[in-house]
């Protein structure tokens, strides 16, 4: 055992969503930013993502983050996230989840009952602030990227469905809206494997339809997920998200950059107000609350800032052991 790989690691879920947030294991990874780290890592270091993801240590939708040092003087750590199919470019639950752990195991200062965090993302600089009571994080709201839509009530050819609108908006990643009535989606945990199968017949048909530019990093240019919404339970909800997104995970959380991108397409159709709470649930009943904090011109075009707040509870620590004699060392999916 003396020549196995440790990683260490500490799970939290967010709404329900798991997070693994690497603390020790990977090596430190080369670059001038953040999306040159997020490269490295994708190419030097993917079998680690894949082990720590993948089964036997991991599952399908299993989520990871690893902490870098940010090069960015405003931030004060940077964020790689990683999925089943490689590497996302912002994740909402993802910095409540990590907010939560760097404060609970004193990675950063704390100052009283609240300390604001700056994370270093590849889609930006975001900027989170916890509430703190009794030494636990109670809640975590961060500022978001600049978010914004790119087309409201497109439509396209699906295989096996047939034509569907979709709203295509950017909330630290692109994200396609359908209307859950508009499809026959059901937004129940019973319904996941038909809501997966959908969302990534939807995804697909879309990417291969229209090239998608993010207006400052052609890395950040692609199609994340479907989000079907819906009525909501929760009588204090007022919708309900399931997103599907990298390669058929489903967020079990209301999915924080998309809550952001929906706000957006909100401020566009004129039905959200500025700092009106939007509670939006899961499609386990849990929720996030979203605002929009600021409106802006976001490279000629109309955008806004959102604020998305929930909370992170911890569910494991993890020494794991990569032996290098194990065949199934690097993981392995069963879907």
Known sequence: MLSSH????????????????????????????????RRACRERYDHLRRAVIFEPRGHNDMYGCLIVPS???????????????????????????????????????????????RIETP???????????????????????????????????????????????FGGAFYAFCRAEDVGAELKPEHASALRQLGMEIKTAIARSRQIVHPEEPELGFLYGTIFWGMPERAEARCRHVCIFAD???????????????????????????????????ILGTTFTGRMV????????????????GRAFLTGQHEFVLDPEDPLC?????R
């Open 6 to 37: 440790c990683i260490t690691a500490l799970d939290v879920h967010v709404a329900g969503e798991p997070l693994r947030v690497i603390t020790g294991g990977f090596p430190e990874l080369p670059g001038r930013n953040i999306l040159e780290k």
């Open 71 to 117: 090069e960015t003087p405003a931030a004060d750590v940077g964020a790689v996230f990683f999925h089943n199919d490689g590497y996302s470019t912002m994740c909402g639950h993802g910095i409540i989840g990590l907010v939560s752990v760097l404060i609970e195991h004193g990675l950063v200062s704390e100052k009283g009952s609240s300390a604001t965090v």
């Open 123 to 169: 889609s930006g600089l975001v900027q989170a602030k916890a509430v703190i009571r009794d030494g636990r994080v109670r809640s975590v709201a961060f500022r978001n990227v600049p978010s914004f839509v790119v087309a409201l009530d497109e439509t396209v050819d699906v295989s096996g469905v047939g034509r569907v609108r979709y709203d295509l908006a």
């Open 248 to 282: 058929g995970a489903l967020d079990r959380s209301p999915t924080g950059t998309g809550v952001s991108a929906h706000l957006a397409i909100r401020a566009a159709r004129g039905i959200q107000s500025m700092d009106e709470p939007w509670v939006c649930e899961s």
């Open 294 to 309: 600021q409106a802006l011109d976001y490279h000629n075009r109309p955008a806004i800032i959102p604020e998305i707040e």
């Open 330 to 334: 690097e993981g392995f999916r069963l």
